[in-house]
């Protein structure tokens, strides 16, 4: 049984559909990568897995049990985690609190996470007592993914955790992507660097207009020349 | 040197206690639209019904504060900031509540706001009337008069406005400390920087809303009993106090709490300095003055009866040069 699976996902904002059957599966210590063009859907497929938009049709399941629709409050007590795209952060709190904000539901072992947050993104604990929103780029993106390991995360799902990022804060990122999957944690993330993204993913989805067009390992995928002519650039 | 204490008797007292008042109504206002994003346009019905629940508490046991030495209205604060609370998580549920789940846009929720206002009002006028009432039922309010040594005229200081300067900074103090130190009070701080984030880490928003209402309350409760308990108690209280709450509110920047309290401060004083009788001041010069240059009996910028245009200028001043406030808050 997987740790978590799609199938079949129907789902969108309201009126027209944005996802049109989409399936995908992954396993504890695994990273799954969502790849594809510009408005494929990918974000959208986050948040129908993280109960932002309705799910109209298919299943979601989290260890086999089903989730869809369920609100993010419930899959946060569950030990989902999420990182969005775009405001990721709390940015008047310092860092610190951003970290505390992440163990909300479970205050008796904050300070023990926030350590070993500190530990996994060194950067951080120089300027905890900063506002996040003063942090460089990579840096905030550390503060959203600290927030979201706060919690324990048995899944967690992040939004292009290296959009913007210069390749050396990429290559930390997905360092640090690989470590929390080692820990025990299955990762979903969308990602525009696809094949930085796929060259560490256990699993690759290639999503366009809402369907997945290919799905495979990530080596796979990388040397599929198709997937490559189509979605990789080349 | 009596004038010096002229001047602090009626600016720096006065000027206080209308910004004490201010602040809190004002903290309230931010607090509300930093969780809940609308301008809670009854907030100032909300001082009144507060400064109310006191008064009728006090009417039905008047010599309750006897035995502390407290006036009774102050040993009846904490019960009328609890149902004022209770009274303001209810028109939540009742009113705001059900237009958030349809989403609807800020300026209808600003539209029931004053909805809620005219009930407020209508309620309130339906059983107080509209004449004033003391709130020392039975009892007199005392007054403090502090010599300086070698000056004629005394400080004055009424109990009151000793209990409300005791009270606005233990307010002030404790908010802050629950803003930066608990965990709740964090999480709303985290709420006013991003409510979806919020819900993606787990925190529960309903509390927090609840939480706001409940602070929101209490404070107004105790601003509008404060502030009657020095005057009278007023059913149209509220009609003088929004303009200038909302001002304070948005002077201090919207959505920041101590901004509220600067602004507060700001508007409370430029209110008290604007119909400050200046005449009183230059009298020791009088004399040397030539005679073209007669000192007028008053002095003030505007006359006490129109002070209510002092917030007015003041927030539109505001609006026009700097919209986000001191402290660079949300606009409205
Ligand atoms: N909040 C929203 N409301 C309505 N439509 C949206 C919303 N967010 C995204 N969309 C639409 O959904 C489609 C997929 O968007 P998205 O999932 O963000 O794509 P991407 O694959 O680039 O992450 C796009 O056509 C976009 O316009
Ligand atoms: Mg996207």
């Known amino acids: ?234 | 040197m009596n004038e010096l204490i002229y001047f602090f008797n009626y600016v720096v007292v006065a000027g206080s206690v209308t910004g004490c008042i201010y602040a809190m109504g004002a903290v309230g206002v931010t607090l509300i639209y930093s969780i809940l994003r609308f301008a809670h346009f009854a907030h100032a019905d909300m001082m009144t019904l507060g400064a109310f629940v006191v008064l009728l508490l006090t009417m039905l046991f008047p010599h309750a504060g006897d035995a502390l030495g407290l006036p009774t209205a102050i040993v009846m604060l904490p019960i009328g900031m609890v149902f004022t609370s209770l009274v303001a998580v209810g028109i939540d549920r009742a009113f705001y509540q059900p237009l958030r789940t349809h989403k609807v846009k800020p300026i209808v929720m600003v539209i029931a706001s004053l909805g809620v206002t005219l009930m407020l009002q209508g309620l309130i006028r339906l059983f107080a009337g509209t004449g004033a009432q003391s709130l020392y039922v039975d009892a007199r309010k005392e007054i403090f008069r502090l010599e300086v040594p070698g000056i004629t005229r005394p400080i004055i200081l009424t109990e009151p406005q000793v209990i409300l300067f005791v009270v606005t900074i233990a307010a002030v103090v404790g908010l802050h400390l629950f803003l930066t130190r608990s965990r709740l009070g964090k999480a709303m701080r985290a709420m006013s920087d991003n409510p979806d984030l919020a819900r993606a880490s787990g925190i529960n928003t309903r509390l927090i809303i609840t939480l706001t209402w409940v602070i929101a309350g209490s404070l107004a409760t105790l601003a509008g009993t404060l502030l009657s308990l020095d005057v009278a108690f007023k059913p149209d209280l509220s009609f003088f106090l929004l303009l200038p709450i909302f001002a304070a509110a948005i002077v201090g920047g919207v959505g920041h709490p101590f901004g509220a309290i600067a602004g507060g401060f700001l508007v409370g004083f430029a209110e008290t300095l604007a119909v400050f009788n200046w005449s009183v001041l230059l009298r020791p010069i009088r004399d040397s003055l030539p005679d073209w240059l007669a000192l007028p009996a008053n002095l003030a910028l505007v006359g006490t009866e129109y002070k209510i245009v002092v917030p007015f200028f003041i927030l539109i001043a505001v609006l026009i040069w700097r919209p986000t406030g001191i402290f660079k808050g949300k606009v409205i």
């Open chain 1, 1 to 234: 049984m997987p740790l978590l699976e799609a199938i079949d996902v129907h789902g969108g904002y309201g009126g027209m559909n944005i996802l049109n059957g989409v399936d995908m599966a992954i396993e504890a210590e695994e990273i799954g990568v969502i790849v594809g063009p510009n408005g494929a859907g990918k974000s959208t497929m986050l948040k129908a897995i993280f109960g932002l938009l309705s799910v109209t049709d298919g299943d979601i399941r989290l260890r086999g049990e089903p989730i869809a629709n369920l609100s993010p409050h419930k899959l946060v007590e569950r030990g989902m985690g999420f990182v969005p795209q775009e405001k990721n952060i709390f940015p008047s709190l310092s860092v610190e609190e951003n970290l505390e904000m992440g163990a909300f539901l479970k205050p008796a072992s904050a300070s023990r996470l926030k350590q070993q947050i500190y530990e996994f993104f060194p950067p951080l604990k120089e300027k905890r007592r900063q506002p996040a929103g003063e942090l460089s780029g990579g840096q905030r993106q550390m503060v959203a993914m600290g927030r979201a390991l706060m919690n324990e995360p048995s899944v967690l799902l992040l939004d292009e955790p290296t959009a913007g990022l210069s390749p050396r804060y990429m290559n930390e990122i997905f360092e640090r992507v690989k470590a929390i999957a080692a820990t025990g944690v299955g990762v979903l993330m969308v990602e525009q660097n696809a094949k930085q993204a796929l060259r560490i993913a256990h699993k690759g989805f290639v999503l366009a207009a809402g369907q997945n067009r290919f799905t495979d390992s990530g080596e796979a995928l990388l040397n599929d020349p198709q997937v490559a002519r189509s979605f990789l650039g080349g």
